[in-house]
C-alpha cells in the first residue's frame, strides 16, 4: 500500500478494521490501561514544548522503553498521550510492520469518541525515529492531513526497514529504548458559510474545477500517469475519437479511458478506474502491486497507436510525443561513421552524478571515445579509433522524461532509490542539443506543464502528480481522490530531492540533524512553446 496512509488502509475489510482501532484508542488513552491488543503503555514517556500564545507550530519527543518486549507481545501498540498546540496526540505503533517488513508508525487522536460532530483539525506533521548514536543518521518523513473525527490516524505504513532498525549497528534502538520527535504545525482552515468544514466533505471539483482518481490499493502511480495525459487536449480528442462502439469497457483499454477522461471532464465525484485495470488484464492482486510508470506508459501508447489505425485520429500519438535521435560511431582517423535513427516517446536520463536537467541532457549526449581494446571495426578499414554517441534529431511537441531515481546498487546488490538534489527549470531550452543536420526552424523552449512525485523508498511509497491544466501559472496536485491549489514552491523546489536541515529539543537542548528529503519528482511532462 501507499506509504502516506491511515494505519488500516492496507486490510482489506476497512470498516471493521476502523471501528477496531477507535474502539482500541478509547480504551487506550491512560497510561495504566492497555488497548484492546493488550497493548500496555506503561513503558512509555513523552515531552513537548510548551506552547506560546498564537504560535502554529509544536514539537514534542516520544520514548518508548522496553521496545525488544513489545515488539514480542503486541501486535500494534500506543504511545503515552502529549500535547502540542493544545491538542492531545499519541503515537500508533506497528513495531512488527502493518503487513509490512517495515516499521508502520501514524501520528493518532486519542479518544475519538468525545470529538465533536464535524470536528477537524488540518496539519502538517513529521515523526522522526531518531539515531541515538548520531543524531544527523535520523529518519524523518513527513506528511499533511485532514484529521477529522472519522479518520484520526495518519502517517507511514513504511517508514524504515525492519531489519535496518533492529540492527544494533545502526544505533535507532539504545539500551531497549527507540525515541521519535514529532513537529506538528498548524494549516489554515479555510471557512465556509453555514457549514462545517472537514476532510470528508472537501469537494474537489467546487474548489478546483477538477476531480480525482480512486486508488485502488497501489495504484497512485497510475492515478498521476493518467491524469498527466488527460490535461492534454489534443491527446484527450484523439482518444474521444476512437472507434469503440462493439467494445466491452473491461476488454478495451481505448473504451477503458475515454470512459475515465469522460467522467473526469464531467463529472463531480472522483473517478474509478477498475474497468481500466482489467481492460489491461490485471487481477485485484495486481492493483495492490506498484508496476512500473514508464512500462505502463509505453502499454497504453503502444495500445492506442494500434486502435488509431485507419482512424483520422491515426498519428496523434507520434505527432504529440514521438522525438527522434541518431546514434553514431564515427571514425576519428579515417572519414567513416556510422548512424542509424530511432523514435522515441519518453528520454530516461540519469540523476545520479547529475546536478540538474541539463546535466543530464549534457550527459546523455555525451561521447564516448572507442580505443584501445575496445577500437571499432568499420568496414573496410578494420579496427579504427572512433567516438560513439547520440545526439537529437527533433523533439515532440509534449516532452516526456523519466529521471532515474531508481537504479542497482553493486555495492548493496540491491536496487535503491537516489534521493540526491536534482534541479529542474520552469523553461528548457533544448536547441543546442539538436545535430547539425536536424531541421532548426522551431525553436525548442519547453514550458513545464507537469511534475509526477513519488514520496517514499525503494520497498514502497506514494504517487501523486503537480499539473498545469492551461496555459494560466495555476498549478494544481493530483493525489489519488483529492485535487487542491498548489504553489510553484510545491511544484519544483520542494521535489528537487537533497537534504535539509531540521532543528529539535531533546532533554532541554536543541540539536540539528540533516535528512534526506524522501519526496522528489521521477518524472517531468514539458510543453514546447509553439
Not at 509534449?398 to 535503491?416: C, G, N, S, T, W
Request: proline residues 4%; hydrophobic residues 30%.
Amino acid at each position: 500500500a501507499c506509504s502516506n496512509c491511515r494505519a488500516e488502509e492496507v486490510h482489506t475489510n476497512t470498516n471493521n478494521n476502523t471501528n477496531n482501532t477507535n474502539n482500541a484508542q478509547t480504551n487506550g488513552t491512560n497510561n495504566t490501561n492497555t488497548t484492546n491488543d493488550g497493548a500496555s503503555q506503561n513503558n512509555t514517556n513523552a515531552t513537548a514544548e510548551e506552547p506560546k500564545k498564537d504560535e502554529t507550530s509544536g514539537s514534542g519527543t516520544w520514548v518508548m522503553k522496553n521496545f525488544s518486549k513489545i515488539r514480542a507481545t503486541e501486535r500494534k501498540y500506543y504511545g503515552e498521550t502529549f500535547e502540542i498546540l493544545g491538542m492531545k496526540w499519541n503515537i500508533l505503533l506497528f513495531p512488527n510492520g502493518n503487513d509490512v517488513d517495515q516499521l508502520s508508525i501514524y501520528l493518532n487522536v486519542p479518544e475519538p469518541r468525545t470529538l465533536p460532530q464535524g470536528w477537524s483539525r488540518n496539519i502538517s506533521f513529521s515523526l522522526e525515529v531518531v539515531c541515538q548514536t548520531d543524531p544527523r543518521l535520523s529518519i524523518r518523513r513527513e506528511a499533511t492531513h485532514r484529521f477529522t473525527e472519522l479518520e484520526v490516524d495518519w502517517g507511514f505504513t513504511s517508514f524504515m526497514q525492519l531489519v535496518k532498525l533492529l540492527d544494533p549497528r545502526s544505533g535507532f534502538i539504545k539500551d531497549d529504548k527507540m525515541i521519535v520527535n514529532i513537529e506538528i504545525e498548524k494549516l489554515p482552515e479555510p471557512q465556509y458559510p453555514g457549514s462545517m468544514y472537514s476532510y470528508w466533505n472537501y469537494d474537489s471539483k467546487k474548489e478546483t474545477g477538477y476531480v480525482g482518481l480512486q486508488n485502488q490499493g497501489a495504484t497512485c502511480y497510475m492515478n498521476s500517469l493518467l491524469q498527466a495525459f488527460y490535461h492534454v487536449g489534443a491527446f484527450r480528442k484523439a482518444v474521444y475519437s476512437l472507434p469503440t462502439e462493439n467494445d466491452l469497457p473491461t476488454k478495451s483499454i481505448p473504451l477503458a479511458l475515454q470512459r475515465i477522461f469522460y467522467r473526469l471532464q464531467f463529472g463531480d465525484q472522483s473517478v474509478g478506474t477498475k474497468e481500466l485495470t482489467k481492460s489491461f488484464g490485471w487481477t485485484r492482486v495486481d492493483s495492490f502491486t506498484q508496476h512500473d510508470v514508464q512500462e505502463l506508459n509505453r502499454v497504453l501508447c503502444d495500445n492506442l497507436q494500434g486502435k488509431m489505425k485507419g482512424t483520422k485520429a491515426e498519428g496523434t500519438i507520434e505527432r504529440l510525443l514521438q522525438g527522434k535521435l541518431k546514434n553514431f560511431i564515427k571514425c576519428i582517423n579515417v572519414n567513416y561513421e556510422s548512424t542509424r535513427t530511432e523514435e522515441f516517446f519518453d528520454l530516461s536520463l540519469n540523476v545520479k552524478g547529475c546536478k540538474s536537467l541539463i546535466d543530464s541532457f549534457n550527459n546523455y549526449v555525451e561521447t564516448e571515445l572507442l580505443d584501445g581494446d575496445n577500437k571499432y571495426q568499420a568496414e573496410g578499414h578494420g579496427l579504427q579509433a572512433a567516438r560513439k554517441g547520440c545526439e537529437f534529431m527533433n523533439f515532440p511537441p509534449i516532452l516526456h522524461l523519466q529521471l532515474k531515481r531508481f537504479e542497482y546498487d553493486p555495492m548493496k546488490d540491491a536496487m535503491v532509490k537516489v534521493n540526491d538534489r536534482y534541479e529542474f527549470p520552469e523553461t528548457l531550452e533544448l536547441d543546442k542539443f539538436l545535430a547539425e543536420d536536424a531541421e532548426k526552424s522551431t525553436p525548442q523552449r519547453y514550458h513545464l506543464h507537469g511534475v509526477l512525485v513519488h514520496s517514499g523508498d525503494v520497498h514502497g511509497g506514494h504517487y501523486y502528480a503537480f499539473i498545469k491544466p492551461t496555459s494560466k501559472p495555476e498549478w494544481f496536485k493530483f493525489d489519488d481522490e483529492r485535487v487542491s491549489k498548489a504553489t510553484l514552491q510545491q511544484v519544483t523546489s520542494d521535489n528537487f530531492g537533497g537534504e535539509e536541515e531540521y532543528n529539535y529539543k531533546f532533554q532541554g537542548r536543541t540539536l540539528t540533524s540533516i535528512h534526506k528529503r524522501y519526496a522528489n519528482a521521477y518524472m517531468l511532462v514539458y510543453y514546447r512553446e509553439s
